[in-house]
Antibody, heavy 120, light 105 residues
Framework: EVQLLESGGGLVQPGGSLRLSCAAS????????MSWVRQAPGKGLEWVSIISGRGGSTSSADSVKGRFTISRDNSKNTLYLQMDSLRVEDTAVYYCARIDQSTSDNFDYWGQGTRVTVSS | SYELTQPLSVSVALGQTAKITCGENIIGTKNVHWYQHKPGQAPVLVMYRNSNRPSGIPERFSGSNSGNTATLTIDRAQAGDEADYYCQVWDTNVVFGGGTRLTVL
């Protein structure tokens, strides 16, 4: 059974940093690209960042480019999101999601999410 | 940039058919995917590549995509279908629609 379990969320002040983790199990981790998607309070889903299966290729939304870094440790089956220079508008529930290997353009499994609150 | 337009809300009577649309210029040339998202839960893929149902998704769910509109159709709507529904495409990167709140009356 595919499982994605996020952790690392919490309360941080503006300008601060946080690292999110997503522990994956139930599938061959290196075979799937992975992504982070967030949902701010009262808002819809917003794609944040994506990384290829072996980690050699990444891309991020303009709203986080230069501040957030996606990475993965395939030896630990874990996805990360390093968030620096956090802003109030980064407050959201952050989900990790697996890219469907057969289609390469949709998410077939999601985690339950971890909440990040940026506030002074 | 590519933007997907969804109605903010759709209401449907119990047992009737709900249609949720996702619009953008020539969306019919793209693969559209749909997610169901209930409060406090992980989003769930309910339709991929326009009209393909993942295993475990009831046959009541169907999808279509043509011209400037993609549509998710839910037949015989049930109370358990109440959720937010998001369409998604891949342009230069991932794009989500704004989401539609489905209410079953």
């Amino acid at each position: 059974e595919v499982q994605l379990l996020e952790s690392g969320g919490g309360l941080v002040q503006p300008g601060g940093s946080l690292r999110l983790s997503c522990a994956a199990s139930g599938f061959t981790f290196t075979k799937n690209a992975m992504s982070w998607v967030r949902q701010a309070p009262g808002k819809g889903l917003e794609w944040v960042s994506i990384i290829s299966g072996r980690g050699g290729s990444t891309s991020s939304a303009d709203s986080v480019k230069g501040r957030f870094t996606i990475s993965r440790d395939n030896s630990k089956n874990t996805l990360y999101l390093q968030m620096d220079s956090l802003r109030v508008e980064d407050t959201a529930v952050y989900y990790c999601a697996r890219i469907d290997q057969s289609t390469s353009d949709n998410f077939d499994y999601w985690g339950q999410g971890t909440r990040v609150t940026v506030s002074s | 940039s590519y933007e997907l337009t969804q109605p903010l809300s759709v209401s449907v009577a119990l047992g009737q058919t709900a249609k949720i649309t996702c619009g953008e210029n020539i969306i019919g040339t793209k693969n559209v995917h749909w997610y169901q998202h209930k409060p406090g839960q992980a989003p769930v893929l309910v339709m991929y590549r326009n009209s393909n149902r993942p295993s475990g998704i009831p046959e009541r769910f169907s999808g279509s995509n043509s011209g400037n509109t993609a549509t998710l159709t839910i037949d015989r709507a049930q109370a358990g279908d109440e959720a937010d529904y998001y369409c998604q495409v891949w342009d230069t990167n991932v794009v989500f629609g704004g989401g539609t709140r489905l209410t079953v009356l």
